[in-house]
């Protein structure tokens, strides 16, 4: 996963037919947390415990898009991006995880996406980004079984009632973030540092995602296109020693390969399997999990922020140490490459982008491949004039689009690219502290104000590519 593109200068077009468009996340924007019969999930939770979130705040109100969604929906056809991608709150839907369908949950997305359709957007549904209803989590959370089939249900409820309009179904963002990232490093909800816990997490995802294929397989129409979305964090070796490239393999195989190859090849990587032997014999996997989750996918998704350099730690620590998302690679250590940061310190990468993308291609047997997130927080501000002048991230993204068109000039199948994030909002353990938006948001008056990057956004859709 180390590939280098140079960018390319001037204007770039982009296919005809390529697929513009933004994504969002329920917990992140939709606040109401208590409204329509929802119940709290373990982020309401979380984001309620001392200390979890940086800057003290909470979903509770967030920006307000369950009771100001026709507002946010006519900015987004204000961009003219064809696509939206959105999740569905699964303690709006099924509130305690279990039962029958919350029926006023399911008619608020109606409602959404019909007002989509009528102003031309496509609705893109994301079945679960990370909301799990708090009474599974009391049951056991992730790393139990039975919540794998929890999912199935509540995909097949949330098909069952929006399927006749909607197209596109994820079933999955981002699983390291629910398993490892929330079970392992404990930087996000529930907060555990239990590493097996964390890559019993990471299975029952994948189980359950396969287990929603099976229900919306069975209930498809023409048209219906189904994929789960992988972050990716391409590992380079910054060392020039065995150990290094050592550390560096494991860290791609607990990051990356851990979810890719049973989605993908159906097996886990096999020096994964001895990486983590002392913590694990996979004796959580039982006989058919993965026919289960390696099954025909119609796209794929892809979110990608930067890569990460890595080299060996000292050999001495223990490398099961709890409190990094690196399970069995806690010795190893990330090295900064000295490139450019966004506001959050994240490398500026689109080079690896352009690598990854060539990577996933030539590894692996590839569906249609979709950047279901790309962006950039900065520390936007309302200037003297009224705007919002974030230079800072047209930049970024004007280089990421050049590296995707790269990507394809290189013969990757990339269908379309999604802006993370359309408006400001709770950024999970960030708290209102990061701003990823095109669309500025003051969280005090919810007034909603689109930055400069909307605009130059706005442009590139009609242009259908980036100018000189």
Not at 31 to 59: E, L, P, Q, Y
Not at 110 to 129: D, N, S
Not at 256 to 267: E, H, M, S, T, Y
Not at 307 to 322: C, E, K
């Amino acid at each position: 996963m180390n590939k280098e593109s140079a960018q390319p200068k001037g204007s770039v077009a982009f296919p005809e037919g390529f697929g513009w468009g933004t994504a969002t996340a329920s917990y992140q924007i939709e606040g109401a947390v208590t409204a329509g019969g929802r119940k709290s999930s373990i982020w309401d939770t979380f984001s309620h415990t001392a200390a979890k979130i940086r800057d003290g705040s909470n979903g509770d109100r967030a920006c307000d898009h369950y009771h100001r969604y026709l507002e946010d929906v006519d900015l987004l056809a204000g961009l003219g991006a064809p696509y939206y991608r959105f999740s569905l709150a699964w303690p709006r839907i099924q509130p305690d995880g279990v039962g029958k369908a919350n029926q006023e949950g399911l008619d608020f997305y109606k409602r959404l996406v019909e007002a989509l359709l009528v102003r031309g957007i496509t609705p893109w549904v994301t079945l679960y980004h990370w909301d799990l209803p708090q009474r599974l989590q009391d049951q056991g959370g992730w790393p139990s079984r039975e919540v794998a089939y929890r999912l199935a249900d509540y995909a097949e409820i949330a098909f069952k009632a929006l399927s006749g309009q909607v197209d596109h179904w994820t079933t999955l963002n981002e699983p390291i973030c629910s398993s490892l990232l929330s079970y392992a490093q404990g930087e996000h909800a529930p907060g555990h540092r239990d590493p097996l816990e964390a890559i019993r997490a990471a299975h029952h995802l994948l189980l359950g995602h396969g287990l929603a294929l099976e229900r919306w397989r069975h209930e498809q129409r023409d048209g219906h296109q189904f994929g789960i979305t992988i972050n990716l964090e391409p590992i380079v070796c910054a060392g020039p020693d065995e150990a290094d490239r050592d550390a560096a393999r494991r860290v791609d195989g607990i990051t990356n390969r851990l979810f890719l190859d049973p989605v993908l090849k159906g097996q886990y990587p096999s020096d994964v399997i001895s990486d983590l032997a002392p913590l694990t014999d996979f004796g959580h996997v039982f006989e058919g999990d993965l026919e289960v989750i390696r099954q025909p996918l119609d796209m794929f998704g892809l979110n990608y922020y930067h890569r990460n350099w890595i080299t060996a730690g000292d050999p001495r620590s223990d490398r099961f140490s709890p409190g990094t998302i690196r399970v069995g690679s806690a010795d190893s250590v990330v090295v900064d490459p000295g490139l450019p940061t966004t506001a959050l310190d994240w490398p500026i990468d689109p080079g690896g982008l352009t690598g990854v993308l060539t990577w996933l291609a030539e590894t692996y047997r590839m569906p249609p491949i979709w950047i279901t997130e790309s962006g950039s927080a900065w520390n936007d501000r309302v200037d003297g004039d009224g705007a919002v002048h974030d230079s800072d991230r047209i930049a970024y993204l004007d280089a990421h689009l050049r590296a995707a068109r790269a990507a394809i000039d290189a013969g990757v199948d990339l269908r379309g690219y999604f802006v993370w994030t359309s408006t400001d909002n709770f950024e999970w353990a960030l708290g209102e502290s990061a701003r990823f938006g095109l669309i500025y948001l003051d969280y005090e008056t919810q007034r909603r104000i689109p930055k400069d990057s909307y605009r130059w956004f706005r442009d590139v859709v009609a242009r259908n590519g980036l100018a000189d």
